[in-house]
């Protein structure tokens, strides 16, 4: 798992790799944090250079890794990510349109624009970067992101919106939603509705 990524963390793919570890690394040579010397030159031009090559694949891969998060945490009612300050020792709260909106602005400006805070937060709502980039690269690991989407729970009938049709639980009731995938494996795979009822009813799962 990489460290976390700059404060705060497109939309385009990038492919995961081990250059692109260390987004935060970088991100004091952004200008994130700490005091510099040249602020007090009077000749020193505040505008920040446009980043380069290498801290915009950076920036992008992020993006791309915020996708997953809420792709992954939004379905099952995270409200954002966390990630922790070195410069002020505290964790910070972004709600996913935020964090989302900052990268943006980071890749096209080279600057990260003033946030304010999420008012209030509750910790529960917001799931840690370093833990959300560990937990979606296990779940590639094994081949979960290619699980087929619910849109519909078929205890409550709620039809289930397009960006949590990946979530494991009907967003309305609480229903999980493994028995309907695998519900549909087995019925792409050419099984009968009366033998998907007959396997599901021996391995347990609600038919």
């Not at 791309?64 to 966390?82: C, I, K, M, P, Q």
């Not at 300050?85 to 900052?102: G, I, K, Q, S």
């Not at 937990?135 to 290619?146: E, F, H, I, N």
């Not at 309907?180 to 391995?203: C, F, H, I, M, Y």
Request: hydrophobic residues 25%; contains cysteine.
């Amino acid at each position: 798992m990489r460290d976390q990524p700059p404060d705060p963390p497109g939309d385009e793919p990038f492919d995961d790799g081990d250059e692109q570890d260390g987004a935060a690394d970088d991100y004091d040579d952004l200008g994130g944090g700490g005091y510099d010397e040249e602020l007090d030159d009077p000749g020193y031009d505040d505008e920040l250079d446009p980043l380069d090559e290498h801290e915009s694949a950076l920036v992008r891969q992020d993006l791309v890794d915020l996708e997953r998060f809420y792709n992954t945490f939004g379905a099952e009612g995270f409200r954002g990510v966390s990630v922790y300050c070195h410069d002020c020792a505290e964790e910070h709260y972004y709600p996913w349109d935020m964090l989302r909106e900052n990268l943006r602005t980071l890749l096209d400006t080279g600057e990260t624009p003033v946030h304010e805070p999420a008012f209030a937060p509750d910790p529960d709502q917001y799931v840690p970067w370093e833990y959300a980039r560990g937990y979606v690269d296990a779940l590639q690991d094994v081949g979960v992101d290619q699980r087929g989407d619910v849109d519909m729970c078929r205890r409550c009938g709620y039809e289930i919106p397009g960006e949590m049709q990946q979530g494991n639980f009907c967003p309305r009731c609480g229903t999980p939603l493994l028995n309907e995938r695998l519900r549909q494996a087995l019925g792409a795979r050419g099984l009968r509705p009366d033998d998907v009822s007959e396997v599901l009813r021996e391995t347990g799962l609600p038919d």
